[in-house]
């Protein structure tokens, strides 16, 4: 049984209906911001699934020093605030420094710890000390049970505000695997469980310069996790990822995201456990 989280108006966990965390991979502009969000919040209001806005606005680990990185902590911080303010959505964005967490935490409501940093002690502890959800995604180098570590850090600064996503383990030559297994197991610790069906199908440097990806294998893969039960899906979307500045191989287009909502809802209902 997973803790109840609040996220907004709405509660994760403990066999609520499953939610989704989506947008940019990055802030490119506020237009797109503000397009993708409304655009998001029409499905999702449609289908019923609880929504979390979610775009960077950083990009701390991008493979090349070239890349585009995002707008900076200040501009980035009041985009998300309007989209905040106007959709009347929650809104998550990533932390990389202990600073980036306790300015973040006057604005967003899950600040989300990346996978290479999930381990660094000094930013679970910024980020729980903000009293917002913190969201850890598991460390490509990290096996599930690992991520109990991360768990206790938080809790041991009294917070019980956690989700932990799964976003693929990384066994070298540019690609992501991910077990199935890892979802009773990170389920263990008591929190709502995401998967993070686009990252999952990146391929880390597969680009020279840049990550690459097969965004075909998003809808298999979500799916497959509806069914092995997860309380959530993280899904960066775009209106044209082709074009887009960050992480665009792996991203879901925007008009093709109702169905793939659609289909993975269906199967989510029918995995519920029996009462």
């Known amino acids: 049984m997973t803790h109840l989280v609040d ?14 965390i989506a947008g940019p991979c990055v802030i490119e502009s506020e237009q797109l911001v503000i397009d993708t969000a409304g655009r998001v919040a ?20 991008r493979t090349s020093i070239k890349s585009f990185r995002g707008p900076g902590i200040k501009d980035g911080l009041a985009i998300l605030k309007k989209v905040k303010d106007h959709f009347w959505l929650p809104v998550l964005t990533d932390v990389h420094t202990e600073e980036q967490a306790t ?33 850890v995604k598991k460390g490509q180098f990290l096996s599930p049970i690992e991520m109990g570590n991360a768990v206790k850090k938080i809790e041991e600064c009294g917070s019980r505000r956690i989700l932990l996503t ?53 809808e298999p893969l979500a799916c497959a996790a509806a069914g092995a039960g997860v309380d959530g899906f993280f899904m ?40």
Do not use: W
């Open 42 to 61: 029409e499905m999702t209001k449609t289908l019923g699934i609880p929504y979390i806005f979610k775009s960077s606005f950083d990009k701390a680990n």
């Open 236 to 275: 960066e979307v775009h209106p044209n990822p082709d074009e887009a500045l960050s992480d665009g191989p792996n991203m879901v287009p925007l008009h093709q995201l109702k169905s793939l909502l659609e289909r993975v809802m269906r199967i989510c209902d029918a995995a519920k456990p029996r009462s």
């Open 166 to 218: 799964e976003r693929g383990s990384c066994f070298g030559y540019n690609n992501l695997v991910v077990d199935m297994r890892s979802f009773p197991i990170l389920r263990h610790f008591g929190y709502p469980v995401v998967f993070d069906a686009t990252h999952s199908v990146q391929l880390p440097g597969g680009g020279g310069t840049q990550s690459s990806g097969q965004r075909e294998f998003v």
């Open 7 to 20: 996220i907004g108006s709405f509660k994760v966990g403990q066999g609520q209906r499953p939610f989704l």
């Open 103 to 135: 300015e973040a935490g006057k604005v967003v409501d899950v600040l989300q710890i990346p996978a290479f940093l999930c381990r660094q002690t000094d930013l679970l502890i910024a980020a729980a000390q903000t009293g917002k959800v913190v969201n």
